[in-house]
């Protein structure tokens, strides 16, 4: 939201001794003849008597105390429209289209209770006793102000500068917060359960196990309520032009690969429940036999190839692949690391899914080697994968069209590749291990990509396996 604050010079400690609660419209919606309209919908005022109508526009147009209005409502409709108005009042609540804000004694707004999805704006009484911030609240700036949220909740408060000296204040337990922020703060979800001699947030698994950020994402892209837009909203559309579905051609120099007989294969292959029932995660290779270059590529033909692109309304091409993507717009792309593979020199190679050919992005060196290192150790193998294949995402090509899911879906679409992978691979007779986590920089230093633009998401192993290959189970 644009920023309604002015600095003041004080700081929190010399904090004035008298605030006062207003309220208005929220910020962006709008009052128009018989409707309220805003980003949430439509809210329709039918048979609106004069006073009502004119405390309305008092607070479409900014901050206004509860005595202001009522003298608005009592003067135009007498004190029977005051019960009307009251109700009036409470729906508006009901329907999270107002903001409620404390002015200091200079008459500046220094908080505020702001709707950020869908839910109620109604107040809630100030907490009695010492109080502290939620170790899960989070605190962001935009607009001029200090934006305060809580993990799955439709409201912020915003702070001004000169009440920016609040949060060193909550970091523990105290009193001295006046109750006209405390209502704004804890109707907002901001500050934690409990007291000074029962924190459950600190005590209790419910609470403990949990990563403030790990819930923030948690919160964020499993409540829906919680956020202005969710899901293909398209909100980029209008200032970027979407990716295409492959990415442009580029590399040291390529190398193409074979493509499989897909009806020899499927002949001649385990039913789907021999594959999964035999799928575990193998960490040997076989140095004697490494993977080759038919291999690879029969690997990544019957996992990643594009198969077909196609444009949807919005004018984003969208593909077909052998793996289903959320929306069809299949951001994956996949690096082989190559250590070990006959037929494919070492280096760093990127497929390319729409020619079925491998790119060389860069020769061996220091910065691929780190990668190699990296995920020698997390699958603890005595020597070197003889292919990685690092998971990278062009995030744009789901940013464009999805809000808030979008990180989220990405996750999902490595989960569901990794299964392809495993089950095409056991299918083959390779060791395929997947990797935990792995090191974005890393790729980048490797790639010079943009870690904005692309960064990986994921990591597998992959090999030839040996005879004898034994590995824990997935």
């Not at 007291?195 to 950020?213: C, F, I, K, L, R």
């Not at 808030?404 to 992978?421: D, N, R, S």
């Not at 056991?426 to 960064?455: I, Q, W």
Request: aromatic fraction near 6%.
């Amino acid at each position: 939201m644009n920023s309604t604050y002015t600095t003041r010079t004080y700081t929190y400690a010399e904090r004035p001794t008298a605030y006062a609660a207003v309220s208005r419209l929220r910020r962006d919606a709008s009052l128009t003849g018989g409707s309220i309209e805003s980003p949430i919908g439509v809210f329709q005022l039918k048979d609106l008597p004069p006073g009502a109508g004119a405390a309305l526009r008092a607070v479409a147009e900014g901050e206004r105390p509860e005595a202001e209005l009522t003298a608005l409502v009592a003067e135009g409709d007498g004190l029977t429209g005051l019960m009307r108005w009251n109700l009036l009042w409470r729906r508006l609540d009901a329907a999270g289209l107002l903001e409620h804000a404390v002015r200091d004694d200079s008459g500046t707004v220094v908080a505020r209770l702001c709707p950020v999805g869908r839910g109620a704006t109604a107040l809630v009484p100030a907490p009695a006793g010492p109080v502290r911030l939620s170790r899960f609240a989070e605190a962001r700036v935009s607009g001029g102000a200090v934006t305060l949220c809580a993990p799955g909740r439709p409201l912020a408060v915003e702070l001004a500068p000169a009440a920016a000296g609040l949060l060193g204040e909550l970091a523990d337990w105290t009193d001295g917060v006046p109750p006209e922020l405390l209502r704004l703060l804890s109707t907002a979800g901001l500050l934690a359960p409990g007291g000074p001699d029962s924190d459950p947030e600190n005590t209790e698994q419910a609470y403990v196990q949990w990563d403030p950020a790990d819930l923030a994402f948690h919160a964020r892209t499993r409540t829906p309520a919680a956020n202005r837009g969710y899901g293909g909203t398209y909100r980029h559309a209008d200032r970027f032009p979407p990716e295409p579905a492959a990415a442009p051609p580029g590399g040291l120099r390529t190398l193409a690969l074979p493509v499989p007989d897909l009806a020899a294969v499927a002949a001649g292959e385990n039913s789907l429940t021999e594959v999964l029932e035999q799928r575990k995660s193998v960490r040997e290779h076989d140095a004697q036999a490494p993977l080759t270059r038919d291999q690879l590529g029969e690997l990544l033909y019957r996992t990643l190839r594009i198969r077909g692109v196609f444009t949807d309304p919005q004018g984003q091409e969208l593909a077909d692949r052998p793996y289903p993507s959320g929306g069809a717009v299949h951001e994956l792309e996949v690096y082989p690391l190559v250590t070990a593979c006959e037929g494919v020199e070492p280096g760093l190679w990127r497929y390319a899914a729409d020619r079925h050919e491998l790119e060389l992005v860069a020769e061996p060196g220091p910065a691929t080697a780190a990668l190699v290192k990296e995920a020698r150790g997390a699958t603890m193998m005595d020597g070197d994968p003889q292919v990685v294949l690092l998971v990278a995402a062009r995030f744009g090509r789901v940013m464009w069209k999805y809000e808030t899911v979008a990180y989220p879906l990405i996750l999902k679409h490595v989960g569901v590749l990794y299964q392809t992978l495993y089950l095409v691979g056991t299918s083959m007779g390779l060791a395929v291990c997947a990797l935990g986590g792995g090191d974005t920089s890393g790729f980048a230093a490797a790639t010079g990509r943009d870690p904005f633009l692309e960064g990986t998401v994921g990591e597998l192993v992959i090999g030839s396996r040996p005879p004898a290959a034994h590995g824990a189970e997935g």
